[in-house]
């Protein structure tokens, strides 16, 4: 069965950093497509970032790039997501998600079919 599970949630000052987890469980990581979502009340679930299958293509979303960094440890079966400089409009709930053999532009929440429960990042101003 195909598991996923963020942490690294919380609350932190503007300016500060977050490194975030998505735990994989029942799949080789490698075979994946990662990426990771955010989303706030009344908003759509937004693309920030995702690593493709086989690490070919990575993406990060205008608004995070060059705070953002994904990375992966295959050994832990684990997806990282460094955050430096937060802002407060960072503030949302956060979500990796999975899906298998995908090599294109994986920013697209519709084309993951597994999803982890979510961890809360909150930036106070």
């Known amino acids: 069965e195909v598991q996923l599970v963020e942490s690294g949630g919380g609350l932190v000052e503007a300016g500060g950093s977050l490194r975030l987890s998505c735990a994989a469980s029942?799949?080789?990581?490698?075979?994946?497509?990662i990426g990771w979502f955010r989303q706030v009340p009344g908003k759509e679930r937004e693309g920030i970032s995702c690593?493709?299958?086989?690490?070919?293509?990575?993406y990060y979303a205008d608004s995070v790039k060059g705070r953002l960094t994904i990375s992966k440890d295959n050994a832990k079966n684990t997806v990282y997501l460094r955050m430096n400089s937060l802002k407060a409009e960072d503030t949302a709930l956060y979500y990796c998600a999975a899906v298998w053999q995908y090599y294109g532009d994986c920013r697209y929440p519709g084309d993951y079919n597994h999803w982890g429960q979510g961890t809360q990042v909150t930036v106070s101003s």
């Open positions: 690593i493709s299958s086989s690490d070919i293509t990575t």
């Open positions: 029942g799949f080789n990581l490698d075979d994946y497509a």
